[in-house]
């Protein structure tokens, strides 16, 4: 009994396995160029049901719907930057990893080096200080053992 | 003085991280702008879903304000959502259905027509039917175009055509009252 019921499961298993090949291989181009740049365009588009999945590993419904669609698109000779601008015109910047440039997310790339500017300034500062701090103590130690020995 | 100011400096910063932090606990990660506000409703050509025979396409919004419904059978949430826009349909709202089937898979095509008009019949017999009609997105193309990442989601668009409102999620009194009525009441009283 034990026996049968692995032995279905292994059955069961292998052709789920067989399953998820199969999908892999619905979408195959005859150059091989698009084919890696359908690759890499699953990978870079972001599943918009789903928080932090790109399309490729996602198996929600709309990210099916979106790699079908890319597949589409690069089907009909549509280049790298026209799939994402078709992508965003229906689900905004967001569906892409890579955000655009604009006054509000210029902070991401601006805030670390401020902050890498302003710890040097920060830290430069206060070796300054305290190099003539020392520098003033140790003198007035000297002076004292100085005049002790005299 | 000036140790004082240089001490309320990592203060400052602690609590400006406090602040964002605390925002980010409320903020609802789902939310994103959509980007066809202020856009007219894309092109379509696609068929009643009762009677496939009739298609509609894009300009059978012009002249109302009609509130577009995404919704399936399967989705738990659009039966949840159906009782409140009848309500809303009771009190004169014009809502058309935009009707998808998550297993109808454009390549293969599983499921007939016929078992999905049944569907959807049984569910609206059994919660009320708000629709004035439902248009059937066979492939799921218009929602597509018009960004949907599932359903429920309601789309409020104007006497031009055009969309003023994405919603994701269902609608209740709560988001009807901040969310909708007041852009609603705005466009009807034009």
Redesign the interface.
Known sequence: MNRLVTTLMILILGSVINLALATEDKFHFDEPKKDALFLELTKELRCPKCQNQNIADSDAMIAVDLKRKVYDLLQKDYDKEQVIEYMKQRYGDFVYYQPPVNPMTIWLWLLPVLFVFAALVGIVITRKRQGVEMDSEQLAKAQEILERDE | MKKIALYLIPLGLFLGLIIFLYQGLFSN??E?????LEQPMPEFVLPDLMNIEQTYNEDVFLGKVTLLNVWGVWCITCAIELPYLKQLQGEGKHIVGLYFD?DMD??FGIKTVARVQQEVTDKLSQLGNPYAFNIFDVK?DL????????APETYLIDQQGKIRLHHIGDINPRVWKNKFAPVYDLLVAQ
């Open positions: 990660p789902r994103h702008q959509s980007s066809l998550q454009p390549d799921r929602s597509m175009d018009l960004g949907v990442t599932g």
